[in-house]
């Protein structure tokens, strides 16, 4: 198992970053998990690359998972209906929280 740490930015500057970070376990065999217990800033672009990273390893039959999720990340995986393309599950309503812990990007 190969593990990934996210950080603490998921903005659309470290985007690039992210993705080159991410790039050498597209192929790789092994689970890979990526801990986001540490981000804390997240915009769209971050959450692009994310789901391309599993979307492209789920499709070679490659397991992917999201360890540690930071209410951050939660917050806008759920508010853009990403959280079952990341491996988070379905949106549970009674368990939102607060849209203003989401940095709105525009």
Do not use: W, Y
Not at 31 to 50: F, M, S
Request: proline share 3%.
């Amino acid at each position: 198992m190969d593990t990934v740490h996210l950080g603490d930015d998921l903005g659309i500057e470290a985007s690039t970053g992210l993705k080159e970070r991410l790039a050498p376990f597209l192929s790789s065999a092994h689970a890979v998990v990526l801990d986001a217990a540490d981000v804390r800033r997240v915009h769209t672009a971050g959450l692009q690359v994310l789901c391309a990273f599993f979307a492209s390893r789920a499709g070679i039959g490659h397991p992917t998972e999201l360890r540690g999720c930071s209410e951050a990340l939660h917050d806008a995986a759920r508010l853009l209906g990403l959280g079952t393309a990341l491996g988070l599950g379905a949106a549970d309503p009674s368990n939102a929280t607060d849209a203003s812990t989401v940095e709105n990007g525009a």
